[in-house]
């Protein structure tokens, strides 16, 4: 247990002090955050109320979750709601004050966020919170509501509340390796994830593009926005910028009856405001070599961001440009708090100590800046900043019309195939 304080609150949101959870999509990322606030430990949480489209997710959820958070649940059989309409039934069994965790498909962030904001409750989403321009603009506004009201947001960008990482951009900015003139990212996995086949037919098409959401544009932004979030969102924070622009490229391989968007390869080059440089490498294909890391590299040193993946980070500095052991000036203590944890702490601690806490604006930029360079690779051109922000083009517009019944966002063509992207033939910048 990862040894935390305990603040009381200004105002009790209930009698007994207990914070009332709300799960909107119960998959591995969901649960996953209920236990990570459940073991931030700085004030009593407790889960009441859950919500799917998929009935076996919530059930698989709340099975997982009773093995050893048992004492943290009280969700009775008539508080688990099925349906695209089921984020209300859940929100409403919660009290002004109480936390919704968005954690369905980004598509349907602003949808949920809306209505958690009328309702007055706090929130942590997961990331990524836009998959366009249009989206991260409702979302700009979004967050300007709900400072308003003074509801405290966190996005799951953990990394941002990773003690070490901290330190590292503090020494960053007080010039230890000099001025930040280029970063490197590497995100290249072997497990395939994203890639998917035609729909069996047991379940709808848009059930189906729902439940393998990183597979399609419209639902997630791809892979490259769900996954490499992140990466560029550490680098761009160590930098203190964000981009301007990308140019990028991407390849499709060895697909035999995938049907999903992705690509499988991206390179893309990402410019910040003093001409500064990110080279992220992306790659999702089986039996190659797999890569988790980030860097730094300053005027007069470089720094490791990230080593194996998100925790622990095991960040230090380097004199030159080598990152060898005899040049090593700087590591953060090992072992590290997780970061997964840590951003709970912050949030319950802004909820009961009422402190300004809302991370929307910045998770919307680092969405944007991250379909930016998605965009760059699928149409084969430079796209900038402003570009996608002010682009009209929405994936999912009526999204928030959705029932069990409609049809998918996203339609296949003649062929029994989903649109792919076709760099330098499709440039509409709908990609």
């Not at 393998?212 to 924070?237: C, K, N, P, T, V």
């Not at 682009?391 to 009526?398: L, R, T, V």
Request: proline share 6%; charged share 20%.
């Amino acid at each position: 247990m990862v040894p935390l304080r305990v603040a009381d609150p200004p105002v009790h949101v209930a009698e007994n002090n207990t914070l009332q959870l709300a799960l909107i999509g119960c998959g591995g990322r969901g649960s996953g955050a209920v236990v990570n606030a459940i073991q931030a430990d700085n004030g009593p949480v407790k889960l009441v109320a859950m919500a799917d489209v998929f009935p076996e997710r919530i059930t698989r959820s709340y099975t997982a979750l009773s093995e050893e958070h048992s004492q943290y649940l009280e969700v009775p059989e008539d508080q688990k709601f099925i349906g695209f309409d089921a984020y209300k039934k859940a929100m409403d069994c919660l009290n002004p004050g109480d936390i919704a965790i968005l954690a369905t498909p980004p598509a349907f962030r602003w949808v949920h966020f809306t209505y958690a904001i009328e309702k007055g409750l706090h929130v942590f989403m997961e990331k990524p919170v836009t998959v366009d321009g249009p989206t991260t603009r409702r979302m700009f506004d979004l967050a300007r509501q709900a400072s308003q009201k003074n509801l405290k947001v966190g996005v799951g960008l953990m990394v941002r509340h990773c003690r070490g990482r901290q330190a590292l951009h503090e020494r960053i900015r007080n010039g230890e390796i000099g001025e930040v003139i280029a970063m490197r990212g590497y995100r290249m996995s072997e497990d395939g994830n994203g890639f998917v086949g035609p729909n069996p037919g047991a379940i709808s098409d848009l059930l189906y593009q729902v439940k393998h959401f990183h597979s399609f544009l419209w639902a997630s932004g791809g892979m490259y926005s769900d996954f490499y979030i992140h990466q560029i969102d550490e680098m761009s924070w160590m930098k203190g910028a964000w981009p301007v622009e990308a140019r990028g490229v991407g390849g499709r391989h060895y697909r035999r009856n995938n049907i999903d968007q992705n690509l499988d390869t991206y390179a893309v080059e990402y410019t910040y405001p003093d001409g500064a440089k990110l080279f992220f490498n992306g790659r999702n294909m089986p039996s190659c070599e797999e890569s988790f890391a980030s860097f730094v590299h300053g005027t007069i040193g470089c720094g490791v961001v990230s080593t194996r993946g998100h925790t622990p980070g095991q960040v230090c500095t380097f004199r030159g440009h080598t990152f060898s052991e005899a040049a090593r000036m700087w590591a953060f203590p090992q072992p590290e708090l997780n970061p997964y944890v840590m951003e709970w702490v912050d949030l319950l601690e802004a909820i009961r100590e009422d402190k300004p806490y809302n991370e929307v604006k910045r998770g919307a930029e680092a969405s944007l800046v991250t379909s930016m360079g998605r965009m760059a690779a699928h149409t084969g051109h430079v796209i900038t900043y402003d570009q996608i922000l002010y682009s009209d083009h929405e994936f999912a517009p009526d999204v928030d019309k959705l029932t069990m019944d409609s049809p998918p966002p996203l339609a296949m063509n003649q062929d029994g195939l989903y649109p792919i992207p076709q760099p330098g033939i499709i440039t509409t910048r709908e990609y």
